[in-house]
């Protein structure tokens, strides 16, 4: 059964970069595809960021070229690196397979952007 908690949210000003981390309770070796998920107030959940067990990464459009996300096996984590933050990046941040299991959502991590 793996469970998943989510670190390093925080108050950063515009232009700031924050580093999230995903640890992962149980082994994720078997899960192929992980994914980092916001949620901004009063919008729905995105994807944000997604890293296949091989390493290929997708991102959305909005956070492309800005964040990178990555992979420790060895260490069950899963982090996204996140630079040029802007107000619009404010949101819960969370990680999760994909497609998303229920059980898994924790509790996230929350990002404000903010001068």
């Known amino acids: 059964q793996v469970q998943l908690a989510e670190s390093g949210g925080g108050l950063v000003q515009p232009g700031g970069s924050l580093r999230l981390s995903c640890a992962a309770s149980?082994?994720?070796?078997?899960?192929?595809?992980m994914a980092w998920y916001r949620q901004a107030p009063g919008k729905q959940r995105e994807l944000v960021a997604v890293?296949?067990?091989?390493?290929?990464?997708s991102y959305a459009d909005s956070v492309k070229g800005r964040f990178t996300i990555s992979r420790d096996n060895a260490k069950n984590t899963v982090y996204l690196q996140m630079n040029s933050l802007t107000p619009e990046d404010t949101a819960v941040y969370y990680c999760?397979?994909?497609?998303?299991?229920?059980?898994?959502w924790g509790q996230g991590t929350q990002v404000t952007v903010s001068s």
């Open positions: 999760n397979t994909v497609p998303p299991v229920q059980r898994y």
């Open positions: 890293i296949r067990s091989g390493g290929s990464t």
């Open positions: 149980g082994s994720i070796f078997s899960i192929s595809i």
